[in-house]
């Protein structure tokens, strides 16, 4: 029984439903914004703080398991303690984090903190979503998606472009200082604007459940990220881990399926549209924001960029972010089907382009499929989620809102991992097989004029020659990737078919 209940649209007037629109996409991008901010900043960090690449890379690595482990439990804090305490409990405490955050003076603290900043942050997102769906009618939900989609994405597509200037102005602590006044207006603003509700007279929460799911998801981030460093199965790290991983995830789901009250209600996976939604936004997140992370590394280490026109670059897609929202407001109207398939056109067209990429492409070209791949996200994301959510009941819809986020960040955690680890495998690869035709018996290398000043007789010849093959063996390795990425795209679109679109109101 229900001792507080969600306020629903008939409760807000129009000016009130805006300012709660403009306060959760307000703490959302926030919260966002910090999943990529710090990406551009590790080189600094690794030098300020004297760790190795290894060591700094928990950074990042903290600060998404964090996300993943707590994101989950939003339902259960919303039960316990009401949707506005959570909210303004994440928000104070995400303020705290990035400011103690931006004070660190070594690694270890800096960590800490991170997997603070994780974990505060990582409730608003699907609690803000929970609140909008719950504040607006369903003929309104597009639109209010459609705004607050953009703080969903916008957010972590400016990061780079924010932390690479502020870097290169200031330093990296100015990564996190930002963050803490810009948190402050939105904590007032929560303070201000959100309302009680969701609370439960005697909420429990499943520590077994909750437990076993937390250490299947760490585990499995962990495989990722350290894979590739320790040569996968050829270490007893990532084989214990494969281990943990798959006892905790068969215990996760034996107790889900046979406890009374588990910690995610297999109800919610009884809605077919709901089902679908989850995969693809497990998709979505995949697609949204690797080329943000392999993108900067490219464009500087092989083309040589400056950081200012790298972010000029980025914002390119953070511009055609801008228009595909804009769109999927207008065809608010259609077949939700028919936005998520020209989406998912789009952002498999840019990864066709990405493909193409060679040492040699102009930065008009970079540009241009930003754009389109921008477009195309912003598309996807207004009849994704009023797809996944038309037919949930609305008591399912704080705890079906954190399932939808936590695959969505999942998805791209993965697939970043996966990229990365294809683009240093293959470049090895092919690294070996280019220079064995280094060699003074092909005859190729004699011709006048085919090495210029390359030369096989000096030390300095040879290291010149080396250095160009292993720039084009990263770029094959960049296009493997890439085509990963196109592969990704299309293959999803038939599934989008079995999506329903008339349905009677869910009770």
Known sequence: MTATTIPTHEDFTPFQRALVLITVSSCTALYALTLTVVNVVLPQLQGALSATPDQVAWVVTLNIIATAVVTPATGWLVARFGQRNVMIWAVAGFAAASLMCATAETLGPLLVYRILQGGFGAPTVPLSQAILLATYSKEQ??????????????????????????????????????????????????????????????????????????IALTAMQLIMDRGERLDWLESGEILSLILVLCVSFYMFVAHTLTHERPFISPQLFLDRNYNLGLLVVFVYGMLNFTPIVLLPALLQNLKGYPDSLIGLLLAMRGAGLVVGFFIAGRMGRFDPRVGLMIGLGLVGLSGVSLTAFDLNVPSDVVAWTGIVQGIGCGMMWVPLTVVTFATLPERLLPQGSAIFHLLRNFGTSIFVSLSVMLVTRTSKVNYSDMTGFVSPFNETLRIPGVLGEWNLDTLRGLAAIGGEIERQARMIGYGNAFLLYTVVSFAIIPLLLLIRVKHEPAS
Do not use: H
Not at 152 to 173: F, H, I, M, S
Not at 189 to 205: A, C
């Open 141 to 214: 939900r597009a639109m209010a998606q459609g705004f607050f989609g953009m703080a969903v994405v916008l957010g972590p597509a400016l990061g780079p472009v924010l932390g690479g200037y502020l870097a290169e102005e200031y330093n990296w602590r100015w990564v996190f200082l930002f963050i803490v006044p810009l948190a402050l207006v939105a904590l007032v603003s929560t303070i201000l604007v959100i309302r009680d509700g969701g609370r439960e007279r005697t909420p429990r929460l499943d520590w077994t459940g909750f437990l076993t799911l937390s």
